[in-house]
């Protein structure tokens, strides 16, 4: 099993509703109507992700620090890491 950690950068969408979320390092972006869902949807997005990138052996480019997203954060950003499990089973 592997184990991927990542900071998500979760924005409250004021005009449409709801929260987007963007994995600054992965340039990958997800969204939810709550902040319950959106973290449960790049949850499952971080582990597709890897699940394709260990299954085919690709390149990806390593997290960064949590304080360094969290230094250059906007007023109205929250910042959380998000972890996802890649088996063996996923990828067969």
Not at 22 to 38: K, N, R, S, W
Not at 64 to 73: G, I, L, P, Q, S
Request: net charge negative.
């Amino acid at each position: 099993m592997k184990s991927f950690v990542y900071p998500a950068i979760f924005i409250k969408d004021e005009e449409e509703g709801g929260y987007k979320v963007l994995f600054p390092d992965l340039e990958i972006t997800t969204d939810g109507q709550f902040v319950e869902e959106a973290f449960l949807y790049a949850k499952e997005l971080l582990k597709a992700y890897f699940v394709y990138v260990v299954k085919y052996d690709l390149d990806f480019n390593m997290p960064t620090e949590f304080d360094r997203v969290k230094k250059h954060a906007k007023k109205d950003e929250t910042i959380m890491l998000i972890s996802a499990e890649v088996t063996k089973k996923d990828i067969a």
